[in-house]
């Protein structure tokens, strides 16, 4: 059963970076997308990427600031997260772009603060 570890949050201050990775326990080749999600609020598409690593998506309130990649070889899927906002504060989460999601992670903390 595929599990996803999500790592890397962390706090930073406005302007700063972190980059979040998300391992995935099989070898799979499918999109693969970030979310986030704030208590009480829904979870939000953040960014996706295909299988091959084109094309990508992002949300709106990322763009030019957020990078998705990923490392097939090694089960891994990146976000490189820049010039972070403290409307950025989420709990981040990594899984499948569309279809039937896997067993959510535990997500990774990020919070923006001065």
Same mark, same amino acid.
């Given at each position: 059963q595929m599990q996803l570890? @999500?790592?890397g949050g962390g706090s930073a201050q406005p302007g700063?970076?972190?980059r979040l990775s998300?391992?995935?326990t099989e070898t799979v080749f499918v999109s693969m997308a970030?979310?986030?999600q704030a208590p009480g609020k829904e979870r939000e598409l953040v960014a996706?990427?295909?299988r091959g690593g084109t094309p990508t998506f992002y949300a709106d309130s990322v763009k030019g600031r957020f990078t998705i990649s990923r490392d097939d070889a090694k089960n891994l899927v990146y976000l490189q997260m820049n010039n972070l906002k403290p @409307?950025?504060?989420d709990v981040y989460?990594?899984?499948k772009a569309?279809?039937?999601m896997w067993h959510w992670g535990q997500g990774a903390q990020v919070t923006v603060s001065t």
């Open positions: 570890v @999500e790592s700063g970076s972190l998300c391992l995935m970030w979310y986030r996706s990427i295909s @409307e950025d504060t989460y990594c899984n569309y279809g039937n």
